[in-house]
Structure formats: C-alpha cells, structure tokens
C-alpha cells in the first residue's frame, strides 16, 4: 500500500506561491494522486488530481515527476482564505474491484496578511 | 440543493449504545464512502461501495456495518459504542472508484 508523507504545517503570505510536496514511495501503477482541501467543521473539498507529469486547473497545479514517488500541489498568489489543511490522498482511479486509498496526514497551511 | 448529505449533524450518546448514520447523494454517482476524523485530523477510509458492492473494507471493528439500500445511499451502523468511536464521520461520493470525492458536512460523533 502507498503510504503518504506530508509536512505538517506550513506558514506563508498573501500574495506568494506555495509549493506543499507528499511523498508515496509505493505507489501503484494504477494510482492517481489528487489533493484535497479542508476548512475547519467541513468535510474536504477536491482541488486537483493527476497521474503523472503536470496537471493545471483554475486553481492550482500538480506536478509529478517521472518516478511518481512523489508530487507538488502548488497554489499561486495564495490569500488568507487559502488557510486551510490541505490532504494528499493516493489510490485507484478507473476500475479495480479492490481499492485502497491512502490520505496523507494533511498539512495545515497558515497564510499571514 | 445539497449535493451529500448527511443526519444527524451531530450524535452524542452513552457508551454501549446503537447508532446508525444516514448519508445520501443526489449526485447521481455510483460510488459512495465512509471517513472517519480522529482528534488528530487524520482521515482513514473506513468503507467503500461501488453500484452497492462492497469494495473497501479497512481494518474496523466488526461493530461498524455499512449498508447500502441504493446507490444514492449508505449507512453507518455502530454496535455497542465505545469511547474511542468519537470522531467526526464523514460520507462521500464520486462518480466511479477513486475519482473526484464530494463529501458531506460530517457527523460528529461523541460517545460519553
């Protein structure tokens, strides 16, 4: 099973770019890496997902190397309401009747005015 | 229109108890899930169904039973409550396994 690894915490400031990076040494070759966001008292909210090279939505981007044992979420111009815990989660993504999905253990972005 | 919904908000009961919680999702998908949030924040997958079958089934004490009446819904019965079953518990679905998660509100369970 793909165990994930992320920082903890990270602090930063309005107006910056933030790069949060999860490691998943194991991953499968059917594995997608999406991250996930989360407010206090909600449940996580979908931010993006990818399987390899780079991946780019409204409002961020993935990148993930050739050996996928790891991936960079990364927030541009991050603002005050981008404070959250933000979740790396690894695990199937088309078919497979046997799916495990492995959640990191969140990093909890500060960003300061 | 809430997209995943879940009841009751918020539980709290004696230990010994039975409780069941209710998800539903009017998404329209064919895959549902149940979370479970501990004090620390950490986010473990309990169940995964999929068209109703069952194809996630994490380490869980046998007291937790997820049932799916349809694909719009699944729920979560626990027998004989313990204190470590209070957490945060959360539904939710996508359109096929592993795809994007649309989550619920969450359930806070307290167990006194």
């Known amino acids: 099973l793909a165990k994930t690894t992320q920082p903890i915490s990270m602090d930063s400031y309005e107006g910056q770019e933030v790069n949060i990076t999860c490691s998943h040494n194991n991953i499968a070759t059917n594995d997608y890496i999406t991250w996930y966001q989360q407010f206090p008292s909600q449940g996580p909210r979908f931010i993006i997902q990818?399987?390899?090279t780079k991946v780019t939505n409204e409002v961020a981007s993935l990148f993930i190397p050739a050996d996928r044992k790891s991936s960079t979420l990364s927030l541009p111009r991050v603002s005050l309401s981008d404070t959250a815990v933000y979740y790396c989660?690894?695990?199937?993504?088309?078919?497979?009747?046997?799916?495990?999905?492995?959640f990191g253990k969140g990093t909890k972005l500060s960003v300061k005015p | 229109d809430t997209a995943v919904s879940q009841t009751p908000k918020y539980l709290v009961t004696q230990m010994g108890n039975d409780k069941s919680i209710k998800c539903e999702q009017n998404?329209?998908?064919?895959?549902m899930y149940w979370y479970k949030q501990d004090s620390k924040k950490f986010l473990k997958i309990m169940f995964s169904?999929?068209?109703?079958?069952?194809?996630i089934n994490e380490t869980v004490p046998n007291r937790f039973s997820p049932k799916s009446p349809d694909k719009a819904h699944l729920n979560l019965h626990i027998n004989s409550l313990e204190l470590g079953d209070s957490a945060v518990y959360f539904c939710?679905?996508?359109?096929?396994?592993?795809?994007?998660?649309?989550f619920g509100p969450g359930t806070r369970l307290t167990v006194l």
């Open positions: 939710a679905s996508s359109q096929y396994p592993g795809g994007e998660q649309f």
């Open positions: 998404l329209g998908h064919d895959t």
């Open positions: 990818g399987y390899k």
């Open positions: 989660l690894v695990g199937l993504y088309y078919g497979g009747s046997q799916g495990n999905l492995i």
């Open positions: 169904y999929n068209n109703k079958e069952l194809i």
